[in-house]
């Protein structure tokens, strides 16, 4: 920015707020390995216990040897990197609120997680075992008023058929499908007094069985084939570091800058703790 086109330009010390999206996708996972990551490519091995077979006993009789416990090994890797770089020029520090720069910050965190968000909706999506799935993208269901909470009773039936622990379950609906919610009698949500006391973060109501959340990062394609995700933190795990926050002073100009690199990684361990519905707008 140049001094000649500074000078005449007012600056306010009120800085705008940004229309956000909520991200939910992460808190829905759990975060059991993440003490275990060290660096940017790290591999946790994760060791799940088989089944222990029963048998009949008979007196007098010996037992059979004890079997070898075996189970399937998996592993988390932290494949995923994203930085952040950006200036504040001294001339624009100069004039506007002494918070620009924090500001900045938040911006840049904000950034962060929705890339992440929708990398942890995508990696749910594309993972569900095809047992659990409703509709597909070849003939999505399109929800009513009428059905859209009996979807969602669906979709807790599969979870519940996989044998998934009822505590604890969660769907991420899109704004469209909690529209057709708030119009049937039975769903919990806008109004109630739990309601207003979680708003924030995505969490709207309950249904079905399920505590709701709603997000703009559920996945879709161009606005069709929404995937309405349900299950439980034992889905899956993700883990992260932040590896470098840096300031410095940009040698070629006069600004003050910022930099940070963020290593992640999550993996959808039991498929079958996962359901989705696949669906489009009316």
């Not at 039975?186 to 006391?197: C, E, I, P, S």
């Not at 570091?241 to 992640?264: C, M, W």
């Amino acid at each position: 920015m140049s001094i000649q086109n500074f000078i005449p330009t007012i600056w306010s010390a009120r800085l705008l707020n940004h229309l956000d999206k909520s991200h939910v996708y992460l808190n829905l996972l759990n975060r059991d390995y993440e003490g275990e990551i060290k660096n940017f490519g790290d591999t946790v091995k994760i060791n799940q216990v088989g089944d222990v077979s029963i048998k009949d006993y008979t007196k007098g009789t010996d037992i059979d040897a004890p079997e070898d416990i075996t189970g399937e090994q998996q592993e988390l890797k932290i494949d995923q990197a994203k930085y952040f770089n950006f200036a504040v020029d001294d001339v624009d520090n100069a004039q506007t609120n002494p918070k620009l720069m924090d500001k900045a910050m938040q911006r840049a965190a904000y950034a962060m997680n929705d890339v992440v968000d929708a990398f942890a909706a995508n990696l749910l999506a594309i993972n569900v075992h095809a047992d659990n799935a409703i509709g597909t993208n070849e003939a999505p269901i399109v929800p009513t008023k009428a059905d859209a909470y009996d979807y969602l009773v669906d979709l807790n039936t599969k979870l519940t058929e996989a044998n998934v622990a009822k505590m604890g379950r969660w769907v991420v609906i899109p704004a469209f499908y909690h529209g057709l919610l708030l119009k049937d009698d039975r769903f919990v949500g806008n109004g109630t007094d739990y309601n207003q006391a979680i708003l924030e973060g995505g969490e709207v109501g309950k249904a079905a069985g399920f505590t709701v959340y709603v997000s703009n990062n559920v996945p879709h394609t161009e606005g069709t084939k929404y995937k309405v995700i349900a299950g439980t933190t034992e889905a899956g795990s993700y883990a992260e570091q932040i590896l470098n926050t840096e300031a410095y002073r940009p040698e070629k100009r006069f600004s003050d800058a910022v930099k940070g690199l963020h290593t992640y990684g999550a993996k959808v361990l039991q498929s079958k703790c996962i359901a989705v519905l696949t669906c489009n707008k009316a």
